[in-house]
């Protein structure tokens, strides 16, 4: 089961085309570390994508009439309660971590 808020979905998505795109342009000789080069391009699309669809920018102040506080109401767009920035950054480590044991290995792990 697969939990995300707003558009976080989009984390999921733009990680596996990134992947599958990195792979096949890669080719035979370079399809190893291609992969690991596709989840770092999308890890930086999700980036950029997570700051602006989260900016605090956009978050309201409203003022509840019972207690007169004020409460902050901004959406998230996260996937597993992480937000698509921290995503970012996991997907950047597993693409380096992807091309470091594809190359010690010398060949495709699916």
């Not at 707003?6 to 984390?11: C, E, R, T």
């Amino acid at each position: 089961m697969v939990v995300w808020t707003g558009a976080g979905v989009l984390v999921l998505l733009i990680g596996i085309v990134s992947w599958v795109i990195g792979t096949a342009v890669g080719g035979d000789q370079y399809g190893i570390v291609g992969g690991g080069f596709g989840l770092m391009v999308g890890a930086a699309g999700i980036w950029f994508l997570g700051k602006r669809l989260n900016d605090p920018a956009k978050a309201r102040i409203l003022v509840d009439p019972q207690t007169g506080e004020p409460v902050l109401l901004q959406r998230t767009h996260t996937l597993f309660w992480v937000r698509m920035e921290i995503w970012a950054v996991i997907l950047a480590l597993g693409g380096i971590a992807y091309i470091i044991f594809s190359m010690v290995s010398g060949e495709r792990h699916f």
